[in-house]
Structure formats: structure tokens, C-alpha cells
């Protein structure tokens, strides 16, 4: 056994404390962990984390960076870790087109330039890019408050470095770090994300500050998810990229790293087709050309220049990730200017494409027309929002277009509707499921209407009468189920769909029984006095053969989603729905509740 080994870790940090940089290279290691696209499971970048603290006798890397500013060698601990986790990222297959997130020390701004330009000349010797770095700022300290800090985010954007906010939610100044820099990226803390499937309030947090986000032209990822149900939850959310144990723990081994997760590319498919907003808005879609940050001022003039009718254009990171627009208006104050032009050009003055970027909305291609309309509203001055397939740019839509998406979607909605009863039809039943789904908040409850015996009933006294049958149970179920959260839909023919939310069962089934009542009541009444009395019909089945029908009723299969079950499968609803109908039919009174997973 080694001497090493038989040592307290007190004596070790004894020891270590003046030699913290000598032993670290000889202890300390970089892990990387994936940081994973929420739709698709594609890697997107890593992050760099700290290991083999507890060698030299430090119970976390927080401890041994506290150690190492107390002793005055934070700065070369921290770029000898930055530049190894640089030489392992330039290792990988796909660093081109991925990003390395690194965490920086708000006690390291007040030597930030030094330590930045360090890293620059790291990144030229190994070809990598500024764009595929992104600094995470963590907020355990205040970073607005070092004075330093304005003038090194300013840096950082002119290199094309990419910035997060770290730990957000639970440290010092992010709001106004939010508020007062362009950041890329708000990474939402391992706090709110625990257990979000379960708790309404973190629910509520987190749906908001994806919505604040988004506006604001910045990418969402959720930290720290452990299970499944929060990965459900979080994609069903809007947010954008995922990190976590359920996706990937750390490792210190290149080789364990994969290129997607597959796993997460069954569940994160919302969907098996495009939904009617994503086809509408891929064709409103506008393919604006775009620049890139780090090319000339002279590039964006001839492009205005060709295209003098456009009054912005997209601006990309070398990465093909949207940072915003660049408006003509910005550059019109120079042009117009005595030698405006020139001064834009000259090293000195130091005005590149990252100087004119404005923020712009940005979201995923299959964001609902609702939700990109409200991005609008709530930005002002924006003159587009900005779409991305797979975090990169997609191209943009202008509120003109959103309106035309609104209008056709409205269109294509009544065109759904049934005529006869003026109900939604399918494609809408199907959307009021998938929502409610994913909304756990409360117990949701689906209602299947099937008629039974409706075919003797409706080939004796003709398809008027049939059709007066289906006006009258429609015109009951609008009777019972006004309010503004109760959904009715005519799937076609004789079946109908009930769905409400917040319900009791006592309240649902008492409600169920007089719709039942009623249609029983007011459908007799289209019978002959002598079939009344009889009890039946004579009639003919499916297969031709003549017996006798008992007269016509509803049967009614509920399901009930109870609250905190979120459900993201519109198909294994259906299964459940369909196995409830049919115990409906087979039963006395036509009336039958099951919760989700009782079915058999």
C-alpha cells in the first residue's frame, strides 16, 4: 500500500495547501457530462467537471477551490483545469460541432482578461472554435457586483465565447444577469428540477421560466434529472436541452462518451407526426440569409446591399445557433455619418457584428402558433421570431405570417368540426388529450359516448330520425357541460367525447347519471307507442340475420388520469379509453369510471 494512501485526508490537505497546483496535475481530472438535446437525444455539448478532489484530501471541488483562493492559487489551478478539459474536448470526433461548457469562478473575473486570453491562445493552438465554448456563470456569488464583470462579458462576446447562467434560481444576481447581458443559455438548478413531476409549484416555476427565456432569445437547460417523469415533464415544458443522471452520469473516459442517447430518442418524441401548427408554420417559414458573428462589418453591408427591401437578418454563431438579428437601422447611424463607415472597419474602434446583435425570440419548429404569437407580444420591438430544428437555425417568422398560421389553424379547425352537431371532430379530441396529459395539475377525466343499438333504430325509422337522435344528445351534453375547461367532440356517427378537468368523480358521475336520464327520457319518445311499450325493436344486424333490438341508449366509458399523472402517449390513452367503452356497453346501466392502468 502506498504512503498516500494510509494518510488522513486532514494530514493531506495539511500538506497540500501550499502545493495545491503541483498535486492537482498530478490528482485531478476533467469529467465530462452530456448535455443532451431534449427532442432528438443528440449530444449537444459536455460539461467540464472537477474529479479526484478526495485524493488530496478535499471532500468536494467546492472545498478545494475555496483552499486555493485562500492560498492564492485559484487563477493557474483554474487554467491549468480549463485547458485540459480543452485538450480533452479537441480529442472527440465531433467537437466541431459541439459545446464545451466551463464553469468560471466569479473570484476569477478580476484577472479575467489575463485568463481569457490565455484560453484564446489554448483554442487557436488546438482549432477549436469560440463559438463551441460556453461559460457558465455560477451563481454562489454575486458576478454583477465585481466591477470587473461588464467588461469581460463585452470581451467574451467579442471572441464569440457563449455564456450561461449557472445554478439559476438559487444564487445572487440573476435577474439582473438575465436583465442586463446577452446570455445563450439559463441553466434551471437541480432544486426545481427534483421531483417537478410531482409538485405543482415547481411545475408553475419552471413553465415560467422557460416562457421568460424564450422570449428573450435564450435556450433552457434543465440540471440534475434523475428519473424519467421529471425528463417528461421538463421536455413537455419547452425546455431545450437536458443534463442529468438518467441521461448520463459523468466520466473521465472519452470512450464511455456516446454520440446520441437512445433511450431518450423513444420517450423524447413528442410525437410520431408533424402537428397541424408545425406544418403551418414550416410554411410560413421565411429562409432569411445570415451572417455570422465573427465575419466582416463589410459582409453585412453588401447583403443589406442585395437585399434592399430586408431591414434585419439573422446572426449565427459559428456553431449555425442563433445569437439574434443585426438591424439596419444600428448601421444607418454610421453611414450617414462623416467617415461612419471607415470607423467601423478600423481595428481601433473595434465594432464587429456581435456589437449589432439585437435579441429576437427563439424557439423549436414545434412550438404551437399560440405560443410564438405570445413570444411576439411579449417582446417588444421584435421583428421576427427566430425557429430552430435541433438548436440551429431554422429560419424566421414575421407576425404577418403568425397571423396568416392563426387564421388557417381557425380555418382547418372549423373545417374538422361536424356539421350536423357543430362539434370538434378528431384531430381537435386528439390535441385536448394530448394537453391534458401533460397537465398533471389536477384530475382529468375522459368520457366515451357510444349509442348502443342505434343501427336497428336508425335503418327502421330512416337517417333523419338518426340524425335528430345525435342532435338531441349533443344539445344535452352542451345542457350539462358548459364551462370554460369542459372539451365536447363528436368523434362522427354515434360516439361522442367528454373531457373535463378538476372534477370529482362524485361530481362527474352524478352529472353522467342525468345526461343518461334525460337521453333516455327525451329518445323514447321517437319510438312507436307500441314498441315503447314492447321494450324493442325489430331489426336486422350487422351480418344481415332479423331479431329483435332492445330500444336505443348511451353507454358511457370514463377514464379517469388522476392528479400527478402526466402522460405524454395519446395512444395508450385510447387503448384504456377503448377497454372502458366496451365494459360500458356490457354493463346494466351503461356507466362505468376506471382510473388509468385498471383496464384490462
Known sequence: MSSAAILEPGVFRRYASDQLVTLAKLVLENAFQPIVEVGTGSVFGYESLLRGQERIGFGSPLELLDEAQETGQLLPLEQMMANRALAKFAGLPDFHSQTLFLNLDVRLIRNGQYFLEKVVQHLRTAGIAPSSVCFEFSERFDNTSVPEFGD????????????????????????????????????????????????????????????IAHVLGIRVIAEGIETEAEFIACRDYGVDLV?????????????????????????????????????????????????????????????????????????????GEPRGVINEYHLKEYIYQPFGRDLLKNKMYERSISHFVDRAPIIGLDAEAEELMSLF?????????????????????????????????????????????????????????????????????????????????????????????????AALMKRYFFSDGDFLGHVGGDDFFIGVRGWTHDELNEILERLLSDFHDDVIELYSPEERAAGKIRGHDRSGAERDFPLLRCSIGVLELPQGLLLDDVGRIGSEIAAVKASAKDSDDGLVFASFGETK
Open 152 to 211: 469581460l462579458v463585452t470581451r467574451m462576446r467579442r471572441e464569440g465565447f457563449k455564456l450561461a447562467i449557472d445554478d439559476f434560481g438559487v444564487g445572487h444576481g440573476e435577474m439582473k444577469l438575465l436583465c442586463d447581458y446577452p446570455v445563450d443559455y439559463l441553466k434551471i438548478d437541480r432544486h426545481f428540477i427534483a421531483g417537478v413531476d410531482k409538485s405543482p409549484r415547481k411545475r408553475h416555476l419552471v413553465k415560467n421560466i422557460v416562457n
Open 243 to 319: 443534463q442529468g443522471w438518467f441521461i448520463s452520469r459523468p466520466t473521465t473516459f472519452v470512450s464511455e462518451l456516446q454520440p446520441s442517447y437512445p433511450h431518450l430518442a423513444d420517450i423524447g418524441r413528442r410525437r410520431s407526426s408533424q402537428s397541424l401548427d408545425e406544418i403551418l408554420i414550416r410554411k410560413q417559414i421565411e429562409h432569411l440569409p445570415t451572417v455570422y458573428e465573427n465575419q466582416s462589418i463589410d459582409s453585412v453591408f453588401e447583403l443589406f446591399r442585395r437585399n434592399p427591401r430586408q431591414a434585419f437578418f439573422p446572426v449565427l454563431n459559428a456553431n
Open 377 to 473: 407580444a411579449n417582446m417588444e420591438n421584435s421583428a421576427c421570431v427566430i425557429l430552430t430544428e435541433n438548436m440551429r437555425y431554422a429560419g424566421v417568422v414575421s407576425a404577418a405570417s403568425l397571423i396568416k398560421v392563426i387564421n388557417e389553424k381557425q380555418l382547418k379547425i372549423a373545417q374538422d368540426q361536424n356539421p350536423l352537431t357543430s362539434l370538434p371532430g378528431n384531430r381537435a379530441i386528439r390535441d385536448f388529450m394530448k394537453d391534458a396529459g401533460r397537465d398533471d395539475d389536477e384530475a382529468r377525466f375522459f368520457c366515451y359516448c357510444d349509442f348502443d343499438n342505434f343501427k336497428p333504430f336508425n335503418d327502421h325509422y330512416g337517417f333523419q330520425m338518426g340524425d335528430h337522435a345525435i342532435s338531441l344528445f
